[in-house]
């Protein structure tokens, strides 16, 4: 079980921790992402945090803004986001998979969080 935490209500220039809790599974076999569904868009690609935590893959659109990370003693994932932009505004999610490559797109993710509302205001 994923659950997802953090989101909130901030100003533009702003930073939010986003946390994920995983449960049931040992998050060190995981790769591990978040995704964001933007109102009326589909649901897109933020980061990723690779098996083992060694490595990190971002969307062009947060790159340099965002900071993905994990901790697999406490089963935990956290996205850092700075300054945010009404444009990030969305429903996050975090979620988990068991490629062995980059996975990205939604279809390779099997387990999902109920996600967590950011909003930013101009």
């Known amino acids: 079980q994923l659950v997802e935490s953090g989101g909130g209500l901030v100003q533009a220039g702003e930073s939010l921790k986003l946390t994920c809790t995983v449960s049931?599974?040992?998050?060190?076999?995981?790769?591990m992402a978040w995704f964001r569904r933007a109102p009326g868009k589909e649901r897109e690609f933020v980061a990723l945090s690779k098996k083992g935590g060694g490595s990190t893959v971002y969307a062009d659109a947060v790159k340099d803004r965002a900071t993905i990370s994990r901790s697999n003693l406490k089963n935990t994932m956290w996205l850092q986001m700075n300054n945010l932009k009404p444009e990030d505004t969305a429903v996050y999610y975090c979620a988990a998979s068991q490629e062995v490559n980059t996975p990205t797109k939604e279809a390779s993710f099997f387990s999902w969080g109920q996600g967590t509302q950011v909003t930013v205001s101009s």
């Open positions: 049931g599974r040992a998050l060190f076999g995981l790769q």
